[in-house]
């Protein structure tokens, strides 16, 4: 799976993707994450990529020449599956997108700033608009590092034990049972007695039951 991000801060995007899973992901070869700095594909002589809000107004608005030259470009060269807009007035993002896009192929995602970007960008290029919540950043690269994340590490093969991403949270509408490791006691806070009693069936059906339990206790909306 290969991401295309387009961003005018493509520093802000060096560290999530050189650690941990993700970086594992891409040695593998199983996820390509590329980001592309907008202001290459700027003509203007200060490599500028915003412009005055027509109407007046406060901020500066995302201009639509570098964005549509970089989609361009990459579309000439491989087809893509989704054109995503990070923005706070998106589809705000779940476990279920995660899913949906961690089975495609290519993706590119558009990172704004400032008030935004040109509204003829998302009527003209962007397939899918997504938000990840309900307050605003002042730029996509975090919510595009925070989607990319939530994707590549679906992908099968990326997770060491595939199980594990199965019983995260939201996978199955239930929030994760929790969890614990050594020491068994610690100042008097005992590890559940059925965790150390190695009858597999039985704590699978005790993180099943917690599973509920706290899904009931705090998100009973995902029971109904
Ligand atoms: N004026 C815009 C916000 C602009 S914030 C509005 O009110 O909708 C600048 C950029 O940061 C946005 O274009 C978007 O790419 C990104 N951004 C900010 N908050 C976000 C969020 N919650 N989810 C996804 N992207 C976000």
């Known amino acids: 799976m290969r991401f295309d991000i387009i961003s005018v801060l493509p520093g802000l995007l060096e560290s999530p993707f050189a650690h941990s899973i993700l970086q594992r992901a891409q040695k593998k070869g199983v996820a390509e994450i590329v980001v592309h700095n907008l202001r290459d594909y700027s003509t203007g002589k200060q490599k500028s990529v915003d412009d005055y809000p027509y109407g007046g107004g406060s901020g500066m608005v995302m201009t639509i020449p570098p964005f549509a030259a970089c989609i361009e470009k990459l579309k000439s060269e491989r087809e893509y599956d989704e054109v995503i807009f990070m923005s706070p007035d998106g589809e705000t993002l779940n476990q279920k997108i995660a899913n949906q896009l ?5 993706i590119i995602i558009l990172c704004g700033h400032y008030k935004g970007i040109d509204q003829r960008i998302r009527d003209v290029f962007v397939t899918r608009e997504i938000s990840i919540g309900d307050y605003v950043l002042s730029g996509g690269e975090l919510p595009a590092a ?3 994340d939530a994707v590549v590490r679906l992908i099968p093969g990326v997770l060491s034990d595939e199980t594990s991403a199965l019983s995260d949270s939201f996978q199955n509408d239930l929030l994760d ?10 100042n008097g806070h005992k590890v559940p007695d059925i965790l150390l009693s190695g009858d597999t069936p039985k704590v699978e059906q005790w993180r099943f039951e917690q599973a509920i339990e706290r899904t009931k206790q705090r998100r009973p909306d995902l029971l109904e």
């Open 102 to 106: 961690s089975i495609k192929g290519n």
């Open 146 to 148: 925070v989607l990319v």
């Open 177 to 186: 049972a929790p969890v614990y490791t050594r020491p068994a006691d610690w």
